[in-house]
């Protein structure tokens, strides 16, 4: 079983996304929409959860990371992906999970 | 007399209307000729990032409206040094906000001001009116 965690809220207003990282296995991936883009930005302590959950894939929806102005700020190792490609994850996962 | 407004600006841009609605508020303040200040903190800091572009999501981009506030003599633009820091920005990543002192001939001068979290604590207690979105 493979999943797809959408998170949509900053990692500084709240601890979804780090509740998110904790229960998500190996193989799943965790899409960052809306305010949670910011979670994939360099030199914060999200980054370093990131970087710790190395067995996750880690993807941004770019529309919402350019309205925000962070795309030039995006840690390595980050997918990209606009709408579509969107679609395509849920396409390609078994089940989605977005964490409200 | 004039009385001392702040408003202080907590979260980010877009995911929520309280950036938008704050900016509106503090516009429509500054017409009524107050001594305004605006501070951001937290997530806040994030209303002031460069290259905003919000084509794809089909929102107004309103990053530019901030580098209009020094036409509305709002010229104290406080940023929370702490809160940059834990976000892994620095004043490079904001916009340059400035204004035009009508004292000085017109002279080009920084909105911005670092402050700490201890400073910014006096800056607060300054004030007459605190407004939070």
């Known amino acids: ?100 | 007399m004039a009385k001392k407004f702040m408003y202080i600006n907590r979260k980010p841009p877009y995911g929520t209307i309280y950036a938008l609605e704050a900016l509106e508020v503090v516009l429509i303040g500054a017409a009524f000729d107050q001594d305004v200040s605006l501070a951001f903190i937290g997530d806040g800091v994030y209303q002031l990032t460069k290259a905003q572009n919000t084509d794809a999501i089909g929102q107004k981009n309103f990053s530019p409206v901030y580098s209009a506030l020094g036409d509305y003599e709002v010229t104290k633009v406080y940023i929370e040094k702490e809160s940059l820091e834990e976000r892994g920005l620095t004043l490079d990543d904001l916009q340059h906000l400035v204004w035009e002192d009508e004292d000085e001939d017109w002279a080009e001068k920084d909105s911005i001001r670092l402050v700490s979290r201890a400073e910014l604590a006096d800056v607060l207690d300054e004030q007459n009116v605190i407004l939070s979105f």
């Open chain 1, 1 to 100: 079983m493979t999943m797809l965690h959408t998170v949509n809220e900053s990692p500084f207003e709240t601890k979804t996304f780090e509740s998110c990282v904790g229960l998500a296995k190996k193989g799943s991936t965790i899409l960052l929409i809306e305010d949670g883009v910011y979670a994939a930005t360099t030199g914060n302590s999200a980054a370093d959860m990131i970087k710790n959950a190395s067995d996750i894939n880690f993807c941004v929806l770019g529309p919402d990371a350019q309205a925000r102005g962070i795309e030039g700020k995006l840690a390595e190792g980050i997918k990209v992906v606009d709408y579509e490609g969107f679609v395509d994850l849920v396409v390609e996962h078994d089940s989605v999970q977005a964490w409200l």
